[in-house]
């Protein structure tokens, strides 16, 4: 093999590395204050709404409840237009996690009117929240 082919191989390589490592850098990379104090906000009030405490919301459990208050958290963060990778950086889920989440609410919401109802009682929680001056 000629000396020019085996440079391109190894600079087409280099590129390769090169766009994993940014891949990895930005998937590491913490979410902005903004986002991240949004979302932990959403899982206190979540916390209210679905009969559960926030630090279980942030956990690995899965008793019903919390997971309907974990998927409701990052469908309406993505509602607000943070990004399913801003949002699973807090909850500590990949953002394919965050983007399931957001189609089983719409799911739940259309048929269980239980759900639907925390639901709605969380986006207007934030509503609320959202139109108070900060202190």
């Keep these: 093999m000629s000396l020019a082919i085996q440079l391109a191989q190894e600079r087409r390589r280099v590129r390769q590395l ?6 990895l850098k930005r998937r590491l990379a913490p979410a902005p204050a903004e986002s991240s104090g949004f979302v932990r906000r959403l899982v206190t009030q ?13 956990s690995h459990r899965r008793p019903r ?4 208050a974990r998927m409701a958290v ?13 949002v ?3 909850l500590h889920k990949d ?3 965050v983007l399931y989440a957001r189609r089983t609410v719409a799911t739940f919401e259309a048929v269980d009117a239980r759900f ?3 639901i709605t009682r969380l986006r207007c929680l934030e509503k609320i929240t959202a139109s108070q001056p900060q202190s």
């Design 18 to 23: 090169e766009r994993t490592v940014n891949q």
């Design 116 to 118: 639907a109802d925390k």
């Design 46 to 58: 979540a916390a209210t709404v679905f009969d559960a405490t926030p630090t279980e919301i942030l």
């Design 95 to 97: 953002r394919t996690t």
């Design 88 to 90: 699973a950086l807090v």
């Design 74 to 86: 990052a469908a309406v963060a993505v509602e607000k237009g943070l990004s399913p990778a801003e």
């Design 65 to 68: 409840r919390i997971v309907e």
